[in-house]
Nanobody, 116 residues
C-alpha cells in the first residue's frame, strides 16, 4: 500500500515555471516503485507525462521534452517534476502514480493553470 500526495500546483503565466512534488508514505520500500506523472484535462483521458524507474532512468512525453524534468529522492520518498516554459496547453490536473501491478497507486492530483 502506498499513499501519494501531490503539491506545488498553482496558477502561472506562460513561460513561467512550477515544481511539483509527490510525497509518498508506505511501509514497503519506496525505492522499488517506478514512478510517473500524468495529467488530465476535464473531458479528456489521463495523459502520461513522465516517469522514472527505480534505477533512475527517465522518460518524458514529446511535448514536454526539454522543458520538464523528473527526479526522485528515495530517502525522502518524494518524486519531483520541474516544469519550465509552461504554456496554456500544460494546464491540467497533475497526478502522481506509483506503477505496481494492474492499477498501481494514485494521488488526488494538483491543479496547474497557465494563462495570461
Amino acid at each position: 500500500q502506498v499513499t501519494l500526495v501531490e503539491s506545488g500546483g498553482g496558477s502561472v503565466q506562460p513561460g513561467e515555471s512550477l515544481r511539483l512534488t509527490c510525497s509518498a508514505s508506505t511501509k514497503t520500500r519506496f525505492e522499488i516503485y517506478p514512478m510517473a506523472w500524468y495529467r488530465q484535462v476535464p473531458g479528456n483521458q489521463r495523459e502520461w507525462v513522465a516517469q522514472i524507474t527505480p534505477e533512475g532512468r527517465v522518460a518524458v512525453t514529446d511535448s514536454a521534452e526539454g522543458r520538464f524534468t523528473i527526479s526522485r529522492n528515495n530517502a525522502k520518498m518524494t518524486v519531483d517534476m520541474q516544469m519550465n516554459f509552461l504554456s496554456p496547453q500544460d494546464s491540467a490536473v497533475y497526478f502522481c502514480h506509483a506503477i505496481w501491478g494492474t492499477d498501481g497507486y494514485w494521488g488526488p492530483g494538483t491543479q496547474v493553470t497557465v494563462s495570461s
